[in-house]
């Protein structure tokens, strides 16, 4: 996240020494002001190269959304931060030495590119964070995204300033390139094909995740109900009053600063300011929301709708404040207090996907971008038609409309805002999930099939709502190098009666077979098996090592 959106800033600071015409001053060496951009672009132009880019980034969003639930993340993750790095090495030729359109045709493919970036994101944290510690986890990496403002700006202000504009895009897209190699060298898709992974981490995780983060054969998707639900809806609103303010700074920022006579490295500096508030309140959200929780203070819906709240609510009213200051300082002070509290939407509104939906969270991301993108593609254009004249006035009228814009997403998280599992997030009865065999896991876990009576109150569901059904008793099995059958009498439920076909010494296929409530960790589900009478109950246990992977699948029956 650092990464792609310290490359994000590249053009956004380039463009300054384009349109500023005493660009040449305000660099520190005659070398720098030599190698300077010879180009006649006006804002208009300017504001259409960033939209290009966030165009391409729109149309990838939804099918990464959908190639996030098919595909392994990681590798999508990877793959768009790698294209989108080489893509940046190409910039500087396509700037000084081709032509804007040449130049635009590069910014939409890594819009292209980064498209599929939040989805395979999403994807990754939904099996690599558990509920209970969602905020952090959350917060800690979708900071990335505004840390990468911060060290982008400094950087670019300090190289153009005293080396040249063009190696801040070979800096970037080389460290890019870099990093991409090392994560495919060590990530992993789940914790269960992780190499280094304990027992006792992946233990908690499978325990603390349960069935939301497993994958079905014959997965269902209500889209539908997923397009009608209010706070889907709203979760659109602000991923869309979301882009609109990051976008907006991540590529003006530095052109509005200019008009108040700092040099570009002071620019640069100036610049990353308000994007260090906002990486520390989202950490510090990450935080409160995680305290809120485990302490029970508040439930989940008044989490996210405090944090959001208090984020957007700020953002509208340092905006609206902003229209009427023309000094530095009172400037400089209000913008990092408007921006910064943005930050404590990363463990409100953000997060809130997995709240609506664990097992649909990519398609809601995907889904929500989409909509937030249109932003992307509109704040870039309507910042270049009103600030033609490169005056403060101009800015007046842009911050106007940002304030309205957040004070919508404001209104509406309030009013329809949920933190709720929805109903549409749980399959219908008739629905039958078959959980996918998975054979790059490393730690596999057991599958046993129990057959029993088809009674009411011996179904579990397979995704439990917030009015569950009464939980059926489930079987589990551990530590099983062998099948056995069990006795399902009542008076005799968990008592190995035989073993068949053992070439082992009796007493190694002894196991252990306990009764719950079935309420707790086992993910059980249900499959009917025709029409006699009978269902399949099938459910996953306790993790086991390689070398009793080779008695998985056993029928118990």
């Known amino acids: 996240m650092i990464t792609v959106n310290a490359m994000r800033t590249n053009v956004g600071f380039t463009v300054i020494t384009i349109l500023d015409e005493t660009s040449h001053l305000k660099v520190g060496t005659a070398e720098a002001s030599a190698n300077l951009p010879r180009v006649r672009w006006n804002t208009r132009m300017i504001g259409f190269l960033h939209s290009?880019?966030?165009?391409?980034?729109?149309i990838t969003h939804i099918p990464g959304g959908y190639l996030a639930t098919k595909l392994p993340s990681y590798r999508l993750y990877g793959g768009s931060i790698l294209l989108s790095s080489a893509l940046n090495l190409l910039l500087p030729t396509a700037i000084k030495d081709v032509s804007y359109t040449f130049t635009c045709i590069v910014?939409?493919?890594?819009?292209?590119?980064?498209?599929?970036l939040y989805p395979a994101c999403y994807g990754i944290l939904r099996h690599w964070s558990t509920p209970q510690e969602r905020g952090r986890t959350g917060s800690t990496v979708l900071t990335g995204a505004y840390f990468g403002a911060v060290l982008g700006f400094p950087a670019a202000g300090l190289i153009t300033h005293f080396i040249g504009w063009q190696y801040i895009f070979y800096l970037n897209g080389g460290i890019g390139i870099v990093w991409v190699l090392l994560w495919l060298c060590f990530a992993s898709e789940k914790p269960s094909h992780h190499?280094?992974?304990?027992?006792?981490?992946?233990g908690h995780l499978q325990k603390s995740q349960g069935d939301g983060v497993l994958d079905y054969e014959g997965g269902y998707l209500p889209w539908?109900?997923?397009l009608i639900s209010p706070p889907v809806i709203v979760l659109c609103v602000c991923h869309f009053a979301r882009n609109w303010v990051f976008i907006l700074m991540l590529t003006n920022e530095p052109f509005y600063l200019s008009l108040f006579g700092f040099s570009i490295a002071e620019n640069g500096i100036y610049s990353s300011i308000p994007h260090i508030a906002k990486v520390i309140a989202a950490i510090v959200s990450g935080c409160i929301a995680d305290w809120l929780l485990l302490s029970k203070t508040l439930d989940t819906t008044n989490v996210r709708k405090l944090l959001t709240g208090l984020a957007f609510g700020v953002e509208a009213t340092g905006f609206f404040a902003l229209s009427f200051l023309d000094s530095k300082l009172p400037v400089l002070i209000v913008l990092t207090i408007a921006v910064g509290a943005s930050g404590f939407a990363v463990s409100g509104w953000q997060i809130n996907h997995y709240d609506l939906s664990t097992r649909h969270a990519s398609f809601l991301v995907g889904l929500s971008s989409t909509v937030g993108n249109i932003a992307s593609v509109a704040a870039p254009l309507v910042a270049g038609h009103l600030t033609q004249n490169q005056d403060k006035e101009g800015w007046r009228a842009v911050f106007y409309f940002t304030a309205g814009v957040a004070l919508l997403a404001f209104i509406l998280f309030l009013s329809f805002g949920s933190g709720e599992q929805q109903e549409w997030s749980c399959p219908p009865e008739h629905i039958n999930l078959i959980q996918k065999t998975d054979p790059l896991a490393r730690r596999l876990y057991k599958s046993h099939s129990v057959q029993s009576?088809?009674?009411d109150d011996d179904l579990l569901p397979a995704c439990e709502t917030s009015a569950p059904k009464k939980p059926a008793r489930a079987y589990s099995l551990q530590s099983m190098p062998i099948s056995g059958i069990i006795d399902l009498d009542d008076d005799k439920k968990g008592d190995v009666i035989?073993?068949?076909d053992v070439d082992k010494d009796p007493k190694d296929s002894d196991f252990v077979a306990s009764a719950g409530d079935g309420g707790g960790d086992d993910a059980l589900r249900t499959q009917d098996n025709g029409d006699d009478g009978h269902r399949t109950h099938e459910?996953?246990?306790s993790p086991v090592s390689d070398n009793e992977s080779s008695s998985l699948n056993k029928k118990v029956v």
Request: charged residues 25%; without cysteine.
């Open 453 to 455: 009576p088809s009674r």
């Open 539 to 541: 459910t996953d246990v």
């Open 498 to 500: 035989d073993s068949t």
């Open 195 to 202: 190499k280094l992974i304990s027992d006792n981490e992946l």
């Open 224 to 226: 539908r109900k997923i």
């Open 107 to 116: 910014r939409f493919l890594q819009g292209l590119s980064e498209g599929l």
């Open 52 to 58: 290009i880019f966030y165009i391409g980034y729109l």
